[in-house]
């Protein structure tokens, strides 16, 4: 299996803020990876695919990049709806596998 | 819009099997897509369980392989999980999903308890 380690487990930012998370996959994972939100009694959402493709609906302020085994997830002017955790997915290889996820809290 | 909803029990006694259902509307499951059963932990951590294509094959994380089955009614558009022998290590809320496109229930929380 694909390992994904994702940090950091938490963050807190301000208003305003740019915030960024990393996953490194155990291999390279061809730039196929997701990153997902999910709010408190909630499904998941995806947000990005194929590492920097924003699906629709999802606003500007979020991108993503990397390749090989390392990637981000960036949101640049953090507001106060994007109080979330956020996961990354691996879906080059199965079992597909998920990062451990990643908290944002609003200081 | 495709919707998804899925059911069952919200406590299994351990050694029993787990059985849940998706239903499926707004779109035929034999069109397209694969259909996955994904549970989140209470610590958070997420799992891919497996899934059944549109047209029948079945593929399953080799962590549960012995234990779960994914099958399907495509006369009522619904497809079903069974996870055998659970333990209280299979406590989760259970979603059923479509990830690509991204299609997910609001998910359901099951206990495994005495």
């Known amino acids: 299996d694909i390992q994904m380690t994702q940090s950091p487990p938490s963050l807190s930012a301000s208003l305003g803020d740019k915030v960024t998370i990393t996953c490194q996959a155990s291999?390279?994972?061809?730039?196929?990876i997701a990153w997902y939100q999910q709010k408190p009694g909630k499904a998941p959402r995806q947000l990005i695919r194929y590492t920097s493709t924003l699906v629709s609906g999802t606003p500007s302020r979020f991108s993503g990049s990397g390749s090989g085994r390392d990637y981000s997830f960036s949101i640049s002017n953090v507001e106060s709806e994007d109080i979330a955790s956020y996961y990354c997915?691996?879906?080059?290889?199965?079992?597909?596998?998920f990062g451990s996820g990643t908290k944002l809290e609003i200081k | 819009e495709i919707q998804l909803q899925e059911s069952g029990p919200g406590l299994v006694k351990p050694s029993q099997s787990l059985s849940l259902t998706c239903s499926v509307t707004g779109y035929t499951i034999t069109s397209g897509y694969d259909w996955s059963w994904i549970r989140k932990f209470p610590g958070n951590k997420m799992e891919w369980m497996g899934y059944i294509s549109y047209s029948g094959s079945t593929n399953y994380n080799p962590s549960l392989k012995s234990r779960i089955s994914i099958t399907r009614d495509t006369s009522k558009n619904q497809f079903f999980l069974q996870l055998n022998s659970v333990t209280t290590e299979d406590t989760a809320t259970y979603y059923c999903a479509s990830m690509q496109p991204d299609y997910w229930g609001q998910g359901v929380m099951v206990t495994v308890s005495s």
């Open positions: 997915l691996q879906y080059d290889n199965l079992p597909l596998t």
């Open positions: 291999q390279n994972i061809n730039k196929y």
